[in-house]
């Protein structure tokens, strides 16, 4: 199964990834978890040591050189746009509680008219990821798509996109949903996240239609002092895990 | 002066953007405002009339095939890349309660090997309105600084670093700083904002030292509701147009 995750910046897309991350590998699947965010850090929610530490693959320039045959930074020149990367999951991935992580690094926004060898590597890597692997595959995304081509997008199982009870996140998740079906990508489904209560609960549902719902995670206040006091954000509530839970089986209702 | 605003999504970037644009409009300055992250709302956040039907700049494809005597999407061409840009604010703004406003729209990143028309376009106009300008400029970032080049950096009289009581915002906000540093921009200085507690508050105050720190605006429950009964954000709370006001007398300590 290949999960891809988005919604506006702080609605929690990080914490949805880990909690479903660590439900799938209890389970027993092999999962491989994605950072493509780079401003989220899935290393230190899902608990990996030393997480600040993770070198970004944008950044190792001598693997994006060794296998685009080019040095990123270098405009003009021509580059090889199908690198080899079947090897990189394996060699350049952390693996931590049965989770296999690859952190991505900043993406130049792909599309027209701008391409470089960086961007080169990482679209052929998630193309990989997501076509040509069995693990499940969840990718914590920023707040788009651009990460997703036409040819990956056919790929993604399910784009999960985060709300939390505001209209910013709401109009995100909107113009999430258009960018998707503008490539092809048509399950899209929605996750409710830091409600308080039953009216925001309701704001969110009535916001919107039109797409699958698979569940609500609560604000809980021990998540934030969790975070604060440097402690492991996912043992943190055991309400958010039940919840988690539940969103897992909307997910898969046979598993 | 300049005021470039950054953090990680959702911290509330565009709330204090608009609350400083208020604060200057309402002490008579010309204040332009700019809306430079694609994730953010700030023509509805500062009360513009049907905010959702504003055309980006980054997708009016005749201006920029205009200026730049490219298509945008025409990879692998030659565009100007210095298109005229200085009547742009005049004739593609908003402007409302004395605030004019200039939606940039999607950004592609730029930096090595990334060129298109679009972002040459939006590139220099930002220099312009950076550099050529006497009004006030407030731009609204995404979590980056992607659009400040060393060029336009050094115009910047403030980098506002957005933080809430998280520790990833408290990490973005570093990565930002080093990335401005980098570019030669070195007058940063943090707001906190959504604090709920003296503790939280402290938890910033300890973890972004070595900036310059211009206060905090408090979590208001009063906003949220404000914003999801669709009711004006900037007149919900006046303890976070108080606590703006002394962040505009942080900044401007002459005023």
Same mark, same amino acid.
């Given at each position: #199964?290949? !999960? ?46 030393? &997480? ?7 950044? #190792? ?25 079947? %090897?990189?999951?394996?060699?350049? &991935?952390?693996? *931590?509680?049965? !989770? ?10 792909? @599309? ?8 080169? /590597? ?5 193309? *990989? /990821?997501?076509?040509?692997? %069995? ?11 651009? *990460?997703?081509?036409? @040819? ?23 113009? !999430? ?18 409600? *308080? &209560? ?5 704001? !969110? ?11 609500? #995670?609560?604000? %809980? ?5 969790? %975070? ?8 943190? &509530? ?18």
């Amino acid at each position: #199964m290949k !999960i891809a995750i988005s919604g506006k910046g702080g609605v929690g897309k990080t914490l949805l990834a880990s909690l479903l991350a660590n439900t799938f590998a209890e389970l027993g699947y092999s999962v491989i978890a994605i950072d493509a965010d780079p401003d989220a850090n899935l290393a230190a929610t899902l608990g990996f040591p030393d &997480s600040e530490k993770v070198t970004p693959i944008s950044e #190792m320039k001598e693997l994006i050189e060794e296998r685009t045959e080019t040095r990123p930074g270098q405009a003009g020149l021509y580059f090889k746009i199908n690198p080899r990367v079947d %090897d990189i999951p394996e060699k350049y &991935s952390l693996k *931590h509680n049965g !989770i296999r992580l690859l952190v991505m690094g900043a993406i130049k926004k792909g @599309g027209a008219g701008c391409y470089c060898p960086e961007n080169a /590597l990482l679209a052929a890597l998630l193309a *990989h /990821l997501l076509i040509a692997r %069995d693990e499940v595959v969840i990718l914590d995304m920023a707040a788009g798509i651009e *990460h997703l081509g036409r @040819g990956t997008a056919k790929a993604v199982d399910k784009l999960i996109v985060v709300v939390e009870p505001s209209r910013a996140s709401i109009e995100t998740a909107y113009r !999430i949903a258009k960018l998707a079906k503008d490539i092809g990508l048509e399950n899209i489904a929605i996750v409710g996240n830091k409600v *308080h &209560s039953q009216s925001e609960r309701e704001f !969110i549902t009535s916001s919107v239609t039109g797409f699958e719902f698979l569940g609500f #995670m609560s604000y %809980d206040q021990a998540i934030v002092e969790a %975070d604060l006091a440097n402690l492991p954000i996912l043992d943190a &509530s055991q309400q958010i895990i039940a919840e988690a839970r539940d969103i897992f089986r909307a997910l898969l209702p046979s598993a």
